[in-house]
């Protein structure tokens, strides 16, 4: 019988140097997620609630009043600031490692540059172009603290929704949530026997680097998962081409 550390052995590397059925299937779970929060859309709102203090309403406002109380935690407010730059920084330094290794005559056959690069191109093309382009600016979902539910003036919309009155650097998904889950993957450049503590332990705070997000009433539940698991997405699909490119230069 497989052991159950083995098995999260075996999908973490799997996770290091993905098939693009792999990939595939990470997709169709993406998507499977979204349509789920776009059903059960209570969640989101509950989720949300928990965090919205209300007060009494000043003379004409509508209510409800009140605000997301984590904002008040100082705390909370400068982690946020931290983790909101943090991961740039970190792939930053990577792209740094990659042009060193390319310096040193490193190329496309050896694993770890591909990994590196897989790491830089997934962070760039996922919260770089497909959150904070594509998805927040085309998709009309409103943030928590601008819906009439939390004292603003714009309906609720589902997860996934093209509906919505917001016109741009919108709800869905949350770019620093994209962000974040960044870290939990540069786990993978670490040797294969701590791959899978230090996996779980980035995984452990970029979810609670992106709560911070729904806390402050930036976004909701939804985006911050949908967010992060984003970057993991993409760094499948990215990962999956280079080991399909490293193979035909093999083959060739």
């Known amino acids: 019988m497989r052991s159950k550390a083995g098995e999260e052995r ?13 990939a595939a299937l990470l997709v169709v779970m993406w998507l ?15 989720v949300s609630t928990f965090f919205f203090e209300t007060s009494p309403c000043d003379p004409g406002a509508n209510p409800p009043c009140g605000r997301f109380w984590p904002l008040d935690v100082e705390v909370l407010v400068e982690l946020r600031g931290f983790f909101h730059i943090f991961p740039a920084i970190a ?9 060193r290794d390319l310096y040193s005559g490193h ?8 990994l590196k690069a897989a790491l830089v191109g997934a962070f760039a093309l996922g ?31 589902p997860a996934g929704s093209f509906g919505g009155h917001c016109h741009d650097n919108c709800s869905f998904v949350s770019g620093e949530a994209a962000g974040v889950f960044i870290l939990p993957l540069i786990a993978l450049l ?3 026997r701590w791959r899978g503590r230090l996996f779980a332990a980035l995984a ?13 009433g930036a976004h909701f539940l939804s985006d911050a998962l949908l967010g992060g698991l984003s970057t993991i997405v993409v760094f499948a699909a990215v990962a999956a081409g280079l080991e399909r490119l ?7």
């Open 10 to 22: 075996r999908m973490i590397d799997r996770l290091a140097r993905p098939t693009p059925g792999f």
């Open 32 to 46: 499977s997620a979204t349509l789920l929060f776009f059903v059960f859309s209570a969640a989101d709102i509950a």
């Open 91 to 99: 792939v930053a330094a990577i792209a740094i490692w990659i042009a």
């Open 107 to 114: 190329r496309l056959d050896d694993a770890s540059l591909r």
């Open 127 to 157: 919260p770089g172009l497909m959150v904070n382009v594509v998805l927040k600016d085309h998709w009309g979902r409103p943030r928590p603290r601008t819906v009439d539910l939390f004292g603003g003036k714009l309906p609720f919309e």
């Open 190 to 192: 670490a040797p294969p």
């Open 204 to 216: 452990v705070v970029a979810l609670a680097a992106s709560l911070l997000r729904v806390a402050f």
């Open 246 to 252: 490293a193979a035909a230069r093999r083959a060739q």
